[in-house]
């Protein structure tokens, strides 16, 4: 049996990148670590219990569901913030939340992640931005999760840092434009999300999207990356924006844009149906832009998807390609 002083000391020695005090030891106990009922230690059971956490987070599978109840169990984090670390495990727990119309892009398999900081300027030294700059050099590991959904968080593995992080502007919490941070990270493993979710994800934005006022849809697709975002799935999945999709087909006035015949039905709300269309694709390098973009009736769309004739081509370029908002 070793009394609390020594089991730091020896903990630092046997992992020197971890982090280990009276308050960590402390938490470690809260989360389950063994004490006897004098205050000592048994250091095999403490190691054996440190492998265990361990452990469970490696058996953790790509896709599965949790709560956030979950998580604060399973990595011993705290119960809320878009970057939580944790002593007890030596992890950084991230979250990107798709239920917001505004959100971390995927290019390439590498998710631009903003950092740390709702309103001002943040600074990349600060909190957990500066954990997770310093992440391939501190030891700790860096596990990432996406909400889809609500209160639900998706795994998508232990990520690692592999670009430098550089700064963008973005509107914060209070609607003022700062600069950020934005960390590229890219998940270890080879194994994806399911295609099923990116795609429902989509459609609960546009469907966020179409509530929007024109004046809306207008200052939205002005603050949108031209980029469309992108990752693989069962196969490469391109989200595109749908503030653009939604603002193109408004433009269009129930008139498609290549035969200008009026949409062939209405949708359930009573609104014509034209499908939005990237004139350059987006598997071929085209935009996700309002110039790149033009609103088809299922015809033309079938259309342009099968024979893509270059003088269709022109004909959406010429008329659309210099629109201004």
Not at 146 to 158: H, L, W
Not at 161 to 188: C, N
Not at 306 to 317: H, R
Request: net charge neutral; aromatic share 8%; proline share 3%.
């Amino acid at each position: 049996m070793i009394g609390h002083k020594e089991l730091i000391a020896t903990l630092r020695k046997k992992y020197p990148k971890r982090v280990f005090s009276t308050y960590v030891l402390k938490r470690m106990v809260e989360s389950g670590m063994p004490i006897h009922s004098s205050g000592n230690y048994d250091l095999a059971e403490v190691e054996q219990w440190i492998e265990n956490k361990q452990s469970e987070i490696d058996s953790l599978e790509i896709g599965s569901v949790f709560t956030n109840n979950d998580l604060v169990q399973i990595f011993a984090i705290s119960n809320q913030g878009g970057m939580r670390r944790s002593h007890v495990t030596n992890t950084l727990v991230i979250f990107s939340d798709h239920t917001k119309m505004y959100d971390d892009k995927w290019y390439n398999n590498i998710l631009h992640y903003t950092g740390m900081g709702q309103n001002d300027d943040q600074d990349i030294n600060f909190g957990q931005n500066k954990t997770l700059l310093e992440s391939n050099i501190n030891g700790v590991n860096v596990y990432l999760f996406e909400s889809y959904k609500s209160r639900n968080y998706t795994f998508v593995g232990q990520v690692k840092l592999v670009a430098d992080p550089y700064q963008a502007t973005q509107k914060g919490q209070d609607k003022s434009e700062r600069l950020v941070w934005i960390f590229p990270v890219q998940p270890m493993a080879d194994q994806f999300i399911k295609k099923v979710i990116i795609d429902e994800n989509q459609k609960d934005k546009e469907a966020e999207a179409a509530k929007l006022s024109m004046e809306e849809l207008k200052n939205k697709a002005k603050e949108a990356s031209q980029k469309p975002s992108s990752r693989t799935t069962s196969s490469t999945t391109y989200e595109r924006d749908p503030y653009i999709a939604e603002f193109t087909k408004r433009r269009a006035n129930g008139t498609c844009d290549l035969c200008n015949q009026p949409a062939p039905f209405k949708n359930k709300m009573g609104e014509p149906y034209l499908e939005s269309h990237h004139i350059e694709w987006l598997s071929k390098g085209g935009e996700d832009s309002i110039e790149n973009t033009v609103a088809l009736c299922p015809n033309c769309h079938k259309k342009m998807h099968i024979v893509n004739e270059q003088s269709d081509v022109s004909l959406l370029q010429k008329k659309y390609g210099s629109i201004k908002l």
